[in-house]
């Protein structure tokens, strides 16, 4: 049996990567053992059991941000955290670590050095985070999800998304508007503009559109705004204009596939999760970053901008006059984001999660079954051999 220890947690842009590549490692191989390692305080607790992963846990690490005493007491704390993941390794006779950032992928990738495990990063950002820095220069693999991403060995593989994408994108999203809308409520015939700041919503993209609602509606625009459910009030209900168009405001939308399917157009963070699904299905997108952490969020949308597949306005400069300058010119020109979204998707290529998933198996040891190969793969096949005689070489 193979054993594969899959370590990310902390936020959906790490876990739901973590629970695609999961998925195609069990299609992929009969005889695998797949185990995770998370902390107590990321939603991985809750996320990894319900979606039949066994999850071990170590204690979170985070790197304060100040020069305060609770620095001095990281190298510590990352010790214990090491042992605690390299005692999972040894229960479980890991033969592959796999990595996807957050707190908990650091102590498991030094652990897997320690007992000479070989490690293999998916990296979900154009920009790569410090766990993933580290591991960079010993990892036997390093997958990327976007093209460019500054990360030592990386080769761009594309972001595994979860099944219910991946069936989409093959299907393709236009096949299902009709059902999609009837699910959701909304009118097939209508321009649609899908509006959603991610699982807790936005309020600085909720305010523009609460602003500019409004000017859209007269112009006979549908929106499906999906707020948060912090930001969602018990008396919103839908508003309905003569012009035929129509505001349908939500707390959230548990099958998102769905909504995606349903747009036209799409206002939304570009965070990475976003940026590749809605590239997959070919979701034309304006996309506005949060300036967060190294700025990933900008650069995750830089290469569909750069393609033509996105307009990206910075978060302080969106109002409702510039995202009605925004939304209005492309939502009513049906060819011109049909072109934005074939660009977007000969930008991302489908089957991310079943190449990622034949690295794993081939570093730790099994021959996978043939997906669809590329350039890329070659050079990352090609770069893994290398890197694992390296290792043994060290060794």
Excluded: W
Excluded at 211 to 230: D, F, M, S, Y
């Amino acid at each position: 049996m193979t054993s594969v220890v899959l370590a990310g947690g902390g936020t959906a842009g790490h876990t739901s990567p973590l629970i695609a590549t999961a998925q195609a490692l069990r299609a992929a191989c009969d005889d695998v053992r797949l185990t995770c390692i998370g902390t107590p305080r990321g939603m991985e607790v809750d996320i990894l059991p319900a979606a039949g992963l066994d999850l071990r846990l170590v204690p979170a690490v985070p790197l304060p941000r100040k020069l305060t005493s609770d620095l001095v007491k990281v190298p510590f704390r990352l010790n214990g955290a090491v042992g605690e993941a390299a005692a999972i390794l040894r229960d479980v006779g890991a033969d592959v670590v796999v990595g996807f950032g957050g707190y908990v992928s650091l102590p498991a990738y030094l652990a897997a050095r320690r007992l000479h495990i070989p490690v293999v990063i998916q990296e979900q950002n154009a920009m790569p985070g410090l766990a993933n820095k580290v591991a960079s220069r010993f990892a036997a693999a390093t997958c990327t999800s976007f093209p460019a991403t500054p990360l030592r060995g990386g080769v761009f593989l594309g972001l595994p998304v979860r099944s219910q994408i991946a069936t989409l994108a093959a299907a393709g999203r236009v096949s299902e508007r009709d059902e999609a809308a009837r699910a959701l409520g909304l009118d097939a015939s209508r321009p649609t503009l899908l509006v959603s700041g991610g699982s807790q919503g936005a309020q600085s993209i909720n305010n523009a559109l609460l602003a500019a609602k409004n000017e859209l509606l007269a112009a006979g625009v549908q929106i499906l705004h999906v707020l948060g459910p912090k930001n969602f009030a018990s008396d919103m209900s839908a508003e309905f204009s003569s012009t035929g168009g129509s505001y349908h405001p939500v707390a959230f939308v548990a099958d998102m596939e769905l909504a995606y399917a349903a747009a036209d157009l799409m206002v939304a963070r570009s965070g990475a999760g976003t940026v590749v699904e809605t590239a997959l299905l070919g979701l034309p997108t304006i996309l506005v970053p949060l300036a967060i952490g190294n700025g990933e969020q900008a650069k995750n949308g830089q290469p569909l901008v750069s393609a033509g597949a996105a307009v990206m306005v910075p978060n302080e400069a969106l109002d409702a006059t510039r995202l009605i300058a925004e939304v209005l010119p492309l939502i009513t020109e049906p060819d011109r984001l049909g072109a934005m979204g074939a660009a977007a998707q000969a930008l991302m290529r489908p089957g991310a999660a079943e190449r990622v998933a034949a690295v794993v198996l081939r570093v730790a040891g099994v021959q996978p079954p043939a997906v669809a190969t590329s350039e890329e793969a070659d050079e990352l096949d090609s770069a893994t051999a290398r890197r694992i005689t390296e290792q043994e070489d060290e060794q």
